[in-house]
T-cell receptor, first 111, second 119 residues
């Protein structure tokens, strides 16, 4: 079966660091994506990991451990505009390009 | 500017009616996808198409139909057979449906979504 788990909600303070975890059990694996989605809007791409390790992109970093079926998204120097849902998605093996999404983590940044 | 356009943004439907959601992209992408999003749930795949004139069912295709007559267009019809159609519908596209490289090809680009409400 396909299962991707994320915490439903998280709260953090402006200027702080927050880590959003994602664990997955899927029949195939060809990369893990993180998307940001503000309420009522389209998801926008944040990061992609296919090999183990850390990928850094400005204030955002993403980590992958394939042996543990685990990823996290790290957000540094939080800003109010970072309040959004963060979606973890695993790309199916094979050549379909399909993404399997977790339920998303709603992050609220407080002053 | 290149992108994906979904229309209408908001749509109301009476029970028993079919409705078609439009999705057009000018990104020259081969693959296109339809996802459904419900509160508290992740995006679920309805249908996808890897090439013109070909499409496959996703995880929740019952009550939906699609066509892919042009590369740029992938309309979704929500039929009266769909028992609970009220949801936020997202269309997406990507450069290729084949497996990506380490550089992270095949990123999905999403449209702004269509919110369907059944009255």
């Amino acid at each position: 079966g396909q299962n991707i788990d994320q915490p439903t909600e998280m709260t953090a303070t402006e200027g702080a660091i927050v880590q959003i975890n994602c664990t997955y059990q899927t029949s195939g694996f060809n990369g893990l994506f993180w998307y940001q989605q503000h309420a009522g809007e389209a998801p926008t791409f944040l990061s992609y990991n296919v090999l183990d390790g850390l990928e850094e992109k400005g204030r955002f970093s993403s980590f992958l451990s394939r042996s543990k079926g685990y990823s996290y998204l790290l957000l540094k120097e939080l800003q109010m505009k970072d309040s959004a849902s963060y979606l973890c998605a695993v790309r199916d093996a094979g050549n379909t390009g399909k993404l399997i999404f977790g339920q998303g983590t709603t992050l609220q940044v407080k002053p | 500017d290149g992108g994906i356009t979904q229309s209408p943004k908001y749509l109301f439907r009476k029970e028993g009616q079919n409705v078609t959601l439009s999705c057009e992209q000018n990104l020259n992408h081969d693959a296109m996808y339809w996802y459904r999003q419900d509160p508290g749930q992740g995006l679920r795949l309805i249908y996808y198409s890897q090439i013109v004139n070909d499409f496959q069912k996703g995880d929740i295709a019952e009550g939906y139909s699609v066509s892919r007559e042009k590369k740029e267009s992938f309309p979704l019809t929500v039929t009266s057979a769909q028992k609970n159609p009220t949801a936020f519908y997202l269309c997406a596209s990507s450069t290729s449906a084949r497996t990506g490289t380490v550089s992270g090809a095949n990123v999905l680009t999403f449209g702004a979504g269509s919110r369907l409400t059944v009255l």
